[in-house]
């Protein structure tokens, strides 16, 4: 292995050495000089057509100065992806779920590894085709303010805090910590306001208040270009405001680049140029909507609008030292990734060709897997299922089905373990029956043929169960049925958006049949939002949610079922009790929506989690009740498990104003800590919260303010299970 790392560092030094003797005059390959000093000399040589190619995502070569081509698009959302094999970790709602940043810091540097050694193969290929490269479209970061939103399974949910502390994370340990070179570059998507419905997104406007936009839609941006030095910037498709995203200069000049202090690139994404034209009707052609979003800021198009920039240039629209501006930006980024330095200069070169998809990168799967399970019920603590059960039926459409493993921008699994085969590695001596009961809503529709055989299928499953001591029925929606713009046409789905929150009707009918044996039914579910499912929590005595849990997602289920792990994953979102309590989809306002703005009565609180132990919550102690507003809030919350085995508590700390007015939310989370405490040990556990967190944007002075007087913080296991509050006076 030693000697195959060796070649490719040969390799490489060849390819770098022959583009050097073509080059070595030039100032931007001398490495004593500033990258700025470098770009500057490099752009200079270049002509007007040649940077416009290098202002699309698929860069050609300039032989001339021995610079390689390149293709900006590639995809990480969890786990390398769209380049075939490579560690499918569970979906970012999933690693949301975990309430764990420094879990999935881990999780991204394992990617990020896997993302080199992708690249170090290809280039020893001398390829530089699409999903090869080094920056990474990757993480969404949008606020899930409406469960029907598809790609709302690529976010990490709907609070803007969680959001930032799990998006941190994730960009952190993508790009590294080497103080000259990227290991690869993330980027934030969909800067700004951006989620949903899926069919409107290349005309919709979104008209938030100013106090939506800059206390739910902007915090989580911020925070990663203030505490994780994100590098790169994707905007949406729609107009915020009147103006699309990508030559939106409140979001991209005022925002992004004054006002938080953005020093990186800007990429639109897929096509949305065009939509200025085609579909939001701002401009009449190709030639002002490519000006118009240059001169905004938006560096990069992924796409091939840019080619009508030579066009703007002739009309006037745009000059050479604007466009000069965005190619700067976008070969700073090669130069920080190393692309332009001999290879024993860049520490991430150490990285081999094979070190992806390895047995540790498994491991870390299955821990992610494992972390993110929520535990929503357990009547009479059916679970973890008790050795004494000889006869498991395990039913469902989903029980044996890859798709829900993976869910969508997702990398090849090299051995997925779907949750029956999940059970059966941890089932002993137990025996397993299995039949699928009833199809997946998606596979129904789209063969006729399965209805005639449905009956047949409900039998097989009816037999099974009467056999059976328990039942775990595997159930819930794919990602064949939720995601980006999709074509699907089934009942309660619509363009990758949902129009229902319910569990198939189907899988329901099933259940009630199935429920009418008496034997103890577990439910686990596979979902990437939402799901009112009513009846079972009415009915079933236990309930998992698995989420679309990876390539190992079926033995972290089957260690949480057969007791091997206790569960403590917590709600990253609400789930409501129908779609009728929420507001209209296309309303971009945040009453009614969220925990934070929600009055009604939740079926399941964002973040609510079970355990199979218990925890008090002895005392919360403040170092002081008063505080500047540029202080420290210095808290020990004491948690004692006074159960029978150990497990995780995932300490939550939420506030409010004693003062609220109608822009204040009615909580917002504002810490958290996920803390392992044995059976029958007390823990002390610090928290250090910064005054400034509790701001809120007051749209009358047009700013963030943090107003003096009473705060009340509540402590505890979830938004609506507080068990301690304690009031600070800011002054």
């Known amino acids: 292995m030693k000697n195959y790392y060796l070649l490719i560092c040969f390799f490489l030094s060849s390819m770098f050495v022959g583009a050097q003797d073509k080059t070595s005059n030039y100032s931007f390959n001398n490495t004593t000089l500033t990258n700025e000093q470098r770009v500057d000399d490099l752009v200079s040589r270049l002509t007007l057509p040649e940077k416009i190619k290098q202002m699309q995502n698929t860069a050609p070569a300039i032989e001339r100065l021995g610079i390689p081509a390149y293709n900006w698009w590639n995809e990480a959302l969890h786990g390398v992806a769209r380049n075939g094999v490579a560690t499918v970790f569970p979906q970012a709602i999933a690693m949301a779920a975990t309430w764990n940043p420094e879990l999935i810091f881990q999780e991204a540097d394992v990617i990020s590894t896997e993302a080199r050694a992708k690249y170090a193969e290809a280039i020893s290929k001398d390829q530089h085709s699409l999903y090869q490269g080094l920056t990474f479209w990757s993480p969404n970061i949008n606020i899930f303010r409406d469960p029907r939103w598809g790609r709302g399974q690529e976010t990490y949910g709907e609070d803007p805090f969680l959001t930032a502390q799990i998006g941190t994370a994730f960009v952190k340990g993508l790009q590294g910590n080497d103080p000259k070179y990227f290991k690869v570059i993330a980027t934030a998507k969909h800067f700004a306001v951006h989620s949903g419905p899926e069919p409107e997104r290349h005309v919709f406007d979104a008209w938030p208040t100013l106090t939506d936009l800059h206390d739910t839609y902007l915090p989580a941006f911020e925070a990663l270009v203030k505490d994780a030095k994100v590098y790169s910037f994707m905007g949406a498709y729609n107009r915020l405001y009147g103006t699309p995203s990508c030559a939106n200069n409140l979001l991209l000049e005022k925002t992004l680049r004054n006002d938080w202090k953005f ?119 059916l679970l973890p299922l008790d050795k004494k059960y000889k006869h498991i039926a395990v039913i469902g459409p989903y029980a044996d089905e890859q798709s829900v493993l993976i869910g969508n921008y997702n990398g090849t699994p090299s051995n997925p373990i779907t949750i029956l085969q999940g059970i059966r590695n941890r089932a002993g001596k137990i025996k397993i029956a299995y039949a699928t009961g009833v199809d997946a809503p998606e596979k129904i529709a789209n063969d006729s043929l399965r209805k005639t055989l449905a009956g047949q299928m409900e039998d097989e499953a009816m037999a099974i169960a009467k056999k059976a001591q328990v039942i775990v029925f595997v159930g819930g929606i794919s990602p064949e049925l939720e995601g980006e713009e999709m074509p699907v046409k089934v009942e309660g789905f619509k363009g990758g958006d949902r129009t229902s929150l319910d569990l198939p009707a189907s899988q329901v009918q099933l259940l009630k049949k199935l429920n009418t044996l008496g034997k103890p039914i577990v439910m686990v579910l596979t979902n990437g939002s939402a799901l009112s499912i009513n009846w079972v929590n009415d009915n079933l005595p236990a309930i998992v949610e698995a989420w679309y849990p990876g390539g190992e997602g079926g033995n972290a289920v089957a260690d949480v079922l057969f007791g091997n792990y206790n569960p403590a994953g917590r709600l990253p979102v609400t789930f409501y009790k129908s779609v009728n309590d929420l507001p209209a989809f296309e309303d971009y306002g945040m009453k009614g929506r969220t925990y934070r703005y929600f009055e009604g009565d939740p079926l399941f609180a964002f973040g609510f989690g079970l355990s199979f132990t218990q925890f008090e919550y002895t005392s919360v102690t403040p170092e002081s009740s008063q505080v500047s507003d540029s202080g420290m809030i210095s808290l020990k919350v004491q948690v004692k498990n006074s159960g029978k085995y150990d497990g995780d508590e995932v300490i939550q700390i939420y506030f409010s104003p004693e003062k609220i007015n109608t822009e204040t939310p009615i909580q917002s989370l504002i810490a958290l800590k996920r803390v392992p405490i044995l059976k029958g040990e007390t823990k002390s556990i610090g928290f250090e919260i910064p005054a400034n967190k509790l701001r809120h944007f007051d749209s009358h002075l047009n700013k963030y303010v943090v107003e003096k007087g009473k705060y009340k913080l509540f402590v505890g296991a979830s938004s609506n299970d507080i068990r301690k509050t304690v009031i600070v006076d800011v002054n």
Not at 290 to 298: F, I, M, N, P, Y
Not at 321 to 339: N, P, Q, T, Y
Request: a negative charge.
């Open 263 to 381: 020093d990186g690139y800007v990429v639109s994404d897929c096509w949305a140029i065009s939509d200025f034209y085609n579909s939001h009707k701002f401009v009449t052609d190709a030639a002002k909507a490519s000006a118009l979003a240059v001169k905004a800021g938006t560096d990069l198009s992924c796409g091939s609008e840019y080619e009508h920039l030579n066009e703007a240039v002739k009309k006037g629209y745009i000059s050479e030292a604007e466009i000069d501006v965005s190619v700067k930006r976008l070969f700073m980024a090669r130069m920080k990734l190393g692309m332009f330095d001999p290879p024993a200069l860049v520490p991430w070169n150490s990285i081999q060709a094979s070190d992806y998809d390895t047995k540790a990168n498994h491991e870390l799967a299955q821990k992610v897997a494992r972390e993110s399970i929520v535990l929503l019920k357990n009547e009479k603590s």
